[in-house]
């Protein structure tokens, strides 16, 4: 089987410590796994799964990729959650991850702002020129402050942040917020862990602001086409919400634009939202027109295309023990298609090995899967010898991904 890669996502969420990776992790991980009864979440269902989801967070929180699906505008999307490692002391494996994701989730506290690690982990991301999304967690703490964290998104770390949003109410009255794309005010619903919203008038107080930050953000994107930029000019309430989304996504696919957003992942605001936005704005595997490696016999440069029906090419990024399975190996696969029961060539080894079975890792179980195809994330069994950095290939069609020599790490930023 294989499934249209527009609709997959290979998305990190990069925080200092305590920022709400971990809440937000679970949140998602809650909300995706609801999103597939939606309906039943009145019924008293929905506490359950929460408390079942609590105890089960040990497991999955930890895993390196976790997969979720999530339904936005009537599609399906298959989403990849790759650990990206929150301390400062891991910057190599931060590395690695960002190697493998498509987009990024940057959390920010609404209290503290940029800190250290966002710091360090920003310009390890900037390396890699991740196109991200920012999310201020933690609105309903005392201090919380959305604007001022844009503005030092801006001014510490150099990038053109852009709100999208509002907030309504602050701190303990934090409720929801205003959608600066298409002028509606919305308030997450409580009884179902806020998974649904209710659309609520913009208060009157806020009118004047939200004028001022919904010119600011059409500017911002009208840049980025043309048609925008006219009416922008002559009739900006002609602009449509579809035409602000598509200018914005061109511009957060070549970085230029870092959208923001807000929430309290704790008090269950806004994670689904942002979830909403990631879907929308942030790169799939098809947005890159490929990854560049060697051919070891020839030292050619080779480049594989994000398609199935090229040679089969991955990379292990991460190697684990689980307690069930054994030795997991994570890989992200960015041509063609491997079946479990199958043979892989590894390039460094010079050894091809029997791939006995591939999962993906869930909110609650391991799901074994028959085959995993270019765009995905999964991990797969079977590795006698193995490393981090391992490309793993098509006998036939070797190649050697682009090296895992890493930028320095940055220091001194603290
Ligand atoms: P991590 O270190 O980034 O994974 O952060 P955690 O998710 O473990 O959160 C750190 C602490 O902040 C925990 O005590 C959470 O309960 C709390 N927290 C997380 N998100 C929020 C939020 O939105 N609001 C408030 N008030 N507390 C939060």
Known sequence: MSRDLKYTRNIGIAAHIDAGKTTTTERILFYSGMSHKLGEVHDGAAT?????????????ITSAAVTVNWNYRGQKYHMNIIDTPGHVDFTVEVNRSLRVLDGLVFLFSAVDGVEPQ?????????????????FVNKMDRSGADFLKVVKQVKEMLGSEAVPLQLPIGSEDNFKGVVDLINNRGIVWNEEDKGMTFTEVPIPDDMLDEVAEWREKLLESVAGYDESLMEKFFDDPNSITEREVLDALRKAV???????????SSFKNKGVQTMLDFVMELLPSPVDQEGIKGTDPRTEA?????????????ALAFKIATDPFVGRLCFIR????????GSYVYNTRADSKERISRIFQMHANKQNPIPNISAGDIGAVVGFKDIKTGDTL???????????MNFPEPVIGLA
């Open 118 to 134: 966002s710091e360090t982990n920003w310009r390890l991301a900037n390396n890699y020129n991740v196109a991200r999304i920012g």
């Open 48 to 60: 359950t799964d929460w408390m079942a989801q609590e105890q089960e967070r040990g497991i999955t």
């Open 253 to 263: 696919l070549d970085n230029s634009i870092v959208p923001m957003v807000c929430g």
């Open 393 to 403: 290939c098509d006998e036939k069609h070797p190649i050697v991904l682009e090296s």
């Open 333 to 340: 696969v960015y041509s063609g298609n491997l079946e479990a």
């Open 301 to 313: 440069e080779v480049l594989r295309k994000p398609d199935v029906k090229e040679p089969f090419s």
